[in-house]
């Protein structure tokens, strides 16, 4: 008899956007001649830039000749693409992050899941109330938790929730926690945190023996100088947080694959006896066993991005996205809707009206406009009744939408 990792069968109904997209391909099938407009998965839109696409060429054309052609590559990433990280996204904002505590993989949400393997099952994992289903869901998958209850809470999550009353900004637990998720800007919310705020994470986790796991996933829509990009930024992250970084929204990577992570040398867990242990090694342990690389051509598209032209061109696509984004704010706002988030980040958290829930809200919608955006109890209980849209539409789109929404009648 073969069992199972029963901690699947936990697991609440299916992946939340799969299941938005079986109610979208049924509703698509049943009236074919709807033009819906999709702003519900943050996938993004707008084409690789031709920095990058020159960048992937050259890479391919390389595998395709004896003389550059190139087998299994590092592990952990190609030496050229984790030297512009350190660079780029580090140095030239006056943090010190050596090339190699950087491990480039083909996704955060593979690593934001799978990080959770090197860590024993006995933490306690804190996560927000909305948050990106990941975490919660891998967690669970990895063995941590208790059954969930009818309210929606798995036993031995530390939730933290988020609303208006804090701004969506998590307060600190009362239970110690071993690992936080924190994602700034932030999935679902669209929430940013100063480094007032970070500070107070880093002092808790240092003061707690406790690990952030931050997602930095959207850092690239920050625009207020004000605002970090990295936890690292903060004094003392460096022994207490783990960062995710990706070049899918950042760069429109997401059916190309690219993003990494970033382990400190001097990040410590421990062992039962409590001496202290490494965390880098185990990663690189793990990453060596498991996963063999991503593909040249993709790093080297992807270091495409620290270059002169590629940086300009990133910046516009940002930019692009952004604008969405504020046009989302600006009429849903005019259409009366309390409206939250989308600057510096690309999702706008928006509360429903009349009471709806947040599945009433999305089928209406659907039915009524055909648009679809992300319900918000999807993301965890204290979402419901809130709603999510994504500003990586077709500007065209998210314009007819937005005109779509004045028409709605509550
Ligand atoms: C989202 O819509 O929350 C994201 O696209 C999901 C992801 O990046 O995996």
Redesign the pocket.
């Known amino acids: 008899m073969t069992i199972i990792n029963e901690n699947y069968l936990k697991l609440r109904a299916g992946y939340l956007?799969p299941e938005i997209g079986r109610r979208v391909r049924e509703f698509a099938a049943a009236n074919p001649d709807k033009d819906i407009i999709r702003m519900g998965?943050?996938?993004v839109t707008q084409p690789l830039s031709s920095a990058i696409i020159k960048a992937f060429h050259e890479g391919v054309e390389e595998m395709g000749n004896k003389s550059t052609f190139k087998g299994y590559g590092p592990e952990q990433g190609y030496d050229f693409l984790r030297e512009a990280i350190a660079t780029n996204d580090y140095k030239l904002r006056g943090v010190e992050i050596s090339a190699d505590e950087i491990f480039v993989s083909d996704g955060s949400?593979c690593d934001t899941g799978n990080i959770q393997e090197i860590f024993g099952n006995v933490n306690i994992i804190a996560i927000c109330d909305p948050v990106?289903p990941?975490y919660a869901d891998t967690t669970v998958m990895s063995g941590k938790t208790g059954i969930c209850q009818p309210n929606g809470y798995f036993d031995n999550i530390v939730y933290m929730p988020c609303n208006e009353g804090n701004g969506f900004i998590p307060e600190l637990p009362d239970t110690r926690p071993d690992l936080i998720f924190l994602c700034f800007p932030n999935?679902?919310t669209g929430t940013v945190a100063t480094k007032e705020v970070l500070k107070l994470w880093v002092d808790y986790a240092i003061a707690n023996k406790s690990i952030i796991l931050y997602d930095a996933a959207y850092e690239a829509f920050i625009t207020d100088p004000s605002i970090p990009h990295s936890i690292f930024e903060i004094d003392g992250a460096k022994s207490v947080a783990i960062e995710f970084r990706s070049f899918?929204k950042t760069a429109g990577f997401t059916g190309t694959r690219c993003a990494f992570t970033v382990i400190p040398n001097e990040l410590m867990a421990y062992d039962k006896t409590g001496n202290p242990v490494a965390v880098k090694p185990l990663w690189m342990r793990r990453q060596t066993t498991k996963f063999n690389g991503v593909s040249y051509p993709v790093q080297k598209a992807a270091a495409a991005i620290y270059s002169e032209q590629g940086k300009k061109e990133v910046k516009e696509l940002i930019s692009y996205y952004l604008e969405n984004a504020e046009i989302i704010r600006e009429s849903l706002a005019a259409s009366g809707f309390q409206v939250f988030g989308g600057r510096n980040a690309p999702y706008v958290w928006v509360k429903t009206k009349n009471n709806l829930t947040s599945w009433e809200f999305f089928d209406k919608l659907l039915n009524e406009i055909n648009v679809v955006g992300?319900p918000g109890s999807g993301f965890g209980p204290a979402g419901e009744g809130y709603f999510r849209f994504?500003a990586f539409a077709d500007r065209e789109n998210v314009t007819k939408a937005m005109d779509r929404i004045k028409l709605l009648s509550f």
Do not use: A, L, R
Request: hydrophobic share 25%; no cysteine; proline share 8%.
């Open positions: 956007f998965i943050g996938d949400k990106y990941v999935n679902p899918s992300t994504s």
